[in-house]
């Protein structure tokens, strides 16, 4: 016999002289990994995932989720994890299924990057006195602006006035540059939808519902949703359309580019079913593309039926994961009549993704972003869409960059379930979030309390626009347009001339 | 106010034609029929339309994605149609007097879609139902091949009346990665032409009254004879049915265990 076990990661240690043994542990882990017997509490640690909720709902601290010391011989090559997943396959036959993003230590740009400011000559501008602009219009922007001069009557003198001719495309009006990106009711609960739509409303901003169609509850804050129309199409049909301030396409996402995506049948509930408009427990598969585009002229007549069907209204984005072609592909989208692209980098979190995806495919989004912006403006494309940015933005410093390299805005996805309790745990595909977000099961979603969420979230936002303001002002900046594309006020700092070059940046001391 | 309006769409850019119909819905309330006369590949006519009690007749050929997302109108082609009619369609009715091309009846949710003729690839993909909703289509002669590509629901009946009952069609790949939904051939399918997740299931008694119905409408929709319809009844059906509705189950396993 082979044997066949593959060690646990993680060890649940119980400090049996502090456990009171009140059992609370057993009832938060929803893995089963944690039971209580009549005088001990016993742990099934190839169960855990070290997602915290018993440490921190433990009343007496007893309980530390450490890495399992005991995971065999130390080695450079083949790691544990190595091993592990080499164990689980040949166990299995299957692929392997992840959550969250990208867990393989690439090299982050964003910490790379260095900011300027403003000393003795260039005064730096203090937010707290002076106007510190950060509102943002997504959308297409006119190439120039005509105007017609119409005579009119005032107080019997005639009077020539200037009328704005060009018509101008809708735009979305942003308080502030940060965005929630798209993660679907199915993927994440309704009361982590819900709290989402509270905060974006809060800071004046957007947040998108992902592919899973929009539940009535939400329907109350459509003017700050941007709906999604994915290759499984669920939940379209033109009321849902017509719920949002703007409609995004999605043909990929950073966290497994090339592929569609599947949501198990076990997420989808009664409530799940009716917004996806499927039937409950069967599987609701994305296939990997979108069956009526094969290509850019495919894309452009989506992007149109999409404006047919909301009479030219609304703002049609269009989401590419970034790829090594990304600039071409966006600069595509942009003669298209989409109005933004939205740029995905191989750092995003999805709720389930094949690991050999979420950790080996796709390009990091700082270098994507230098790609299209330099590529639109080339072409004479820039004003006609906006770029927003998403994949793996950790702090403000990072939307601050991301502005500076080329982007319009960003969204934030991990960042905004970190505000609500998620700890990163990567198991958001097996339905069973201890935190109650990446989960279906009604015990579970009732323990993320809804205004709570909300308040952490725009907490996090309002935190980062005030950052955001402090960081203009040190650069001496007084408008987050100024910023924009604004790659010299970066430099780069330990990265080779290549890479530099691929950011479009200077050699920090330069 | 006008129960009827008909268009000349000749040398009218789709844009403008889309509005102009908006418009004289919006201005009619009472509008029952709108005729366009000379269609010559104006894209997404009747898109995202929700009114009840309209009927759109189009003379000539429309432009792709015809219907989509349309709520209740009745859409009658005397030509052909471009690619993907009927395109994630709510409720409604789409009849075409002619062929149709790819991705026909993409992502249906609800409604009916008739083809007298013949469509292209990937016909019915994805289509869905949940609840009351369940979308039809029907397609008078030959279907292109991955007929029913990952089809969630709804029903599709191929009639191939090109052919005869007792020969094989020449789909491939029918219904690849099918996990709702029915799709009814007539004639034989061999176990090697369908796609995977698909399966053979018997046609019964229930299945055949199922689709009574909607031969009988086809039929009368196309004005086909008594003769030709009982002929389409006492016909023999293939079955495709999903092998289960979680196909991708056994794919995947946690990464840690
Ligand atoms: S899965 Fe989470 S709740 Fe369960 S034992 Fe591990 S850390 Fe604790
Ligand atoms: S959402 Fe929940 S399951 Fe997913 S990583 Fe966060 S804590 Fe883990």
């Known amino acids: ?510 | 106010m006008s129960k009827e309006v008909t268009i000349d769409t000749s040398g009218i850019y789709y844009k403008e034609l889309n509005e102009q119909i908006n418009k004289i819905i919006k201005d009619n309330l009472d509008l029952e029929l709108i005729t366009l006369n000379n269609v010559l590949g104006q894209r997404f006519i009747g898109n995202g339309i929700s009114k009840n009690n309209l009927t759109i007749v189009i003379n000539g050929i429309p432009g792709g994605d015809l219907a989509m997302f349309m709520k209740g109108p009745r859409v009658e082609v005397y030509g052909n149609a471009d690619h993907a009619p009927g395109n994630t369609l709510d409720e409604g009715k789409i009849i075409i007097h002619g062929s149709s091309g790819d991705a026909t009846g993409h992502s249906m949710r609800g409604g009916s879609l008739y083809v007298q003729g013949s469509v292209g690839y990937r016909s019915g993909i994805h289509m869905k139902e949940y609840k009351g909703k369940t979308p039809v289509l029907i397609i008078g002669e030959t279907a292109g091949d991955f007929l029913g590509e990952y089809m969630a629901g709804g029903i599709i009946i191929n009639l191939n009346m090109q052919s005869e009952d007792t020969e094989f069609v020449k789909n491939s790949m029918l219904g690849t990665g099918i996990h709702g939904g029915v799709i009814y051939i007539r004639g034989k399918v061999n176990k090697s032409q369908l796609g995977v997740a698909a399966d053979i299931k018997e046609f019964t008694k229930e299945d055949l009254e199922k689709i009574t119905y909607y031969i009988e409408d086809y039929c009368n929709e196309f004005n086909y004879s008594d003769e030709i319809k009982n002929k389409l009844l006492n016909s023999n059906y293939t079955k495709i049915a999903p092998i289960s509705s979680r196909p991708f189950k056994k794919l995947y396993t946690p990464d840690i265990r």
């Open chain 1, 1 to 510: 016999m082979i044997p066949s076990t593959v060690p646990p990661k993680y060890k649940i240690t119980i400090d049996h002289d502090k456990c009171i043994l009140c059992g609370r542990c057993a009832k938060e882990c929803a893995w089963d990994a944690i039971r209580k017997s009549k005088d001990k509490i016993i742990t099934y640690d190839n169960r855990c995932g070290s997602c915290f909720r018993c440490a921190s709902m433990c009343p007496r601290d007893a309980i530390t989720i450490i890495e399992n010391p005991s995971q065999g011989r130390k080695h450079p090559v083949w790691t544990p994890e190595a091993r592990q997943d080499v164990l689980n396959q040949a166990n299995s036959g299957c692929i392997l299924l992840s959550g969250m993003g990208n867990a393989k230590d690439y090299p982050i740009y964003y910490d790379n990057i260095v900011l300027d400011a403003c000393q003795v000559t260039n005064p730096s501008i203090d937010p707290l006195r002076e106007p510190m602009e950060l509102r943002t219009y997504i959308g297409s922007k006119p190439e120039k602006l005509e105007f017609e001069y119409v005579e009119e009557e005032i107080d019997g003198k005639k009077v020539k006035k200037s009328k704005l001719k060009t018509k101008i495309a809708p735009n979305l009006k942003l308080d502030t540059p940060i965005m929630i990106g798209h993660m679907s009711y199915g993927a994440i609960s309704l009361n982590s939808h819900k709290a989402m739509a509270k905060a974006v409303k809060r800071c004046g901003t957007f947040m998108g519902t992902g592919e899973g169609g929009l539940h009535r509850d939400l329907y109350e804050y459509s003017d700050n949703i941007i709906t999604q129309v994915a290759s499984g199409r669920f939940g379209v049909n033109s009321e849902y359309l017509s719920k949002g301030a703007a409609i995004e396409i999605k043909i990929g996402q950073g966290a497994k580019p090339g592929i569609g995506g599947h949501l198990p049948g076990e997420k989808v509930s009664a409530e799940v079913s009716m917004t996806r408009m499927i039937p409950e427990g069967s599987d609701a598969i994305s296939p990997a593309p979108h069956h009526d585009i094969y290509s850019i002229e495919d894309l452009a007549q989506l992007v149109r039926s999409l404006k047919e069907a909301t009479r030219w209204k609304l703002p049609v984005f269009v989401k590419i994961s970034a790829v090594h072609n990304v600039a071409a592909i966006a600069n595509g989208i942009a003669t298209s009549d989409a109005d933004a692209v939205v740029i995905d980098g191989f750092k995003g979190g999805t709720g389930a993704a094949p690991k050999v995806f979420r950790d080996n495919v796709g390009i990091p989004i700082e270098v994507a972003i230098s790609a299209v912006d330099d590529r639109l403006r080339e072409q004479g494309n820039r004003n006609k869409v906006s770029i927003i940015a998403s994949g793996g933005i950790r702090n403000s410093a990072d939307v601050f960059k991301s502005i500076a390299l080329g982007a319009d805005a960003v969204y934030i996805g991990t960042a905004a379930m970190i505000a609500m309790g998620c700890t990163v745990c990567g198991r958001c595909y097996g339905g069973k979030c201890c935190w109650g977000i990446a989960t279906q099961r009604a015990d579970l979603v009732e323990r993320l309390e809804i205004e709570e969420a909300a308040d952490r979230v725009s907490n996090l936002i309002g935190a980062w626009t005030h950052e955001i303001k402090e960081l203009l002002g040190a650069a001496g900046i007084n408008s987050i347009e100024s910023l924009r594309g604004n790659r010299d006020r970066l430099r780069g700092i330990g990265l080779n001339e290549v890479e530099l070059k691929a950011l479009g940046l200077k050699q920090a001391g330069l």
